[in-house]
T-cell receptor, first 111, second 116 residues
Framework: GESVGLHLPTLSVQEGDNSIINCAYS??????FIWYKQESGKGPQFIID?????DKRQGQRVTVLLNKTVKHLSLQIAATQPGDSAVYFC??????????FGKGTMLLVSP | GAVVSQHPSWVICKSGTSVKIECRSL??????MFWYRQFPKQSLMLMAT?????????EQGVEKDKFLINHASLTLSTLTVTSAHPEDSSFYIC????????????FGQGTRLTVV
């Protein structure tokens, strides 16, 4: 995955819009990917995961897409709500290795 | 889902003192727990891997004598910041996996440490 970054990219959307947050990873051996949501002052909260034998997985209002060819992961949030405002991190691991976190994206939802 | 509880959620201490942070897996056993540090607007940086009944594994650049980790049971790991300095002020987060190392990772709520 991406190494720890020093700046958080920001995605600003209007309430009701669909949001797409992207993540690139570098380890082609990674076989498990997770999206986390982190609100200010709190620990990361599990949103959705996907294994490398899948390219799409849907949850409630969220969809994760995995493109192993270009090592790209995305999180789609349908009908974004103000409560979705947070920092979103992708994370990857290979087998029993530790999680590697991406640099994160701040999602700002305005009413 | 699985619950990881971290305590305290915030702490203020004086320079030179030590602070202990607890991380508990409430509804599952965790032979391995992880400690992260997070600076404002940055991602999580893995500090160390805590192994039940054995020594912790520290990431490069993390002082093991400063950040003491004890994993005495399958549900509890502690991180002690010794001789704290203002530069140790940060957000510390623990996590644990379900189903051994290949399961999902769940995180504690984090501890905001401020050293004055």
């Amino acid at each position: 995955g991406e190494s720890v970054g020093l700046h958080l990219p920001t995605l600003s959307v209007q309430e009701g819009d669909n949001s797409i947050i992207n993540c690139a990873y570098s380890n082609s051996a990674s076989d498990y990917f997770i999206w986390y949501k982190q609100e200010s002052g709190k620990g990361p909260q599990f949103i959705i995961d996907i294994r490398s034998n899948m390219d799409k997985r849907q949850g409630q209002r969220v969809t994760v897409l995995l493109n192993k060819t270009v090592k790209h992961l995305s999180l789609q949030i349908a009908a974004t709500q103000p409560g979705d405002s947070a920092v979103y991190f992708c994370a990857e691991k290979s087998g029993y290795s530790t999680l590697t976190f991406g640099k994160g994206t701040m999602l700002l939802v305005s009413p | 889902g699985a619950v990881v509880s971290q305590h305290p959620s915030w702490v203020i201490c004086k320079s030179g003192t030590s602070v202990k942070i607890e991380c508990r897996s409430l509804d599952f056993q965790a032979t391995t727990m992880f400690w992260y540090r997070q600076f404002p607007k940055q991602s999580l940086m893995l500090m160390a891997t805590s192994n039940e009944g054995s020594k912790a594994t520290y990431e490069q650049g993390v002082e093991k004598d400063k950040f003491l980790i004890n994993h005495a049971s399958l549900t509890l790991s502690t991180l002690t910041v010794t001789s704290a300095h203002p530069e140790d002020s940060s957000f510390y987060i623990c996590s644990a996996y379900t189903s051994g190392g290949s399961g999902k990772a769940f995180f504690g709520q984090g501890t905001r440490l401020t050293v004055v």
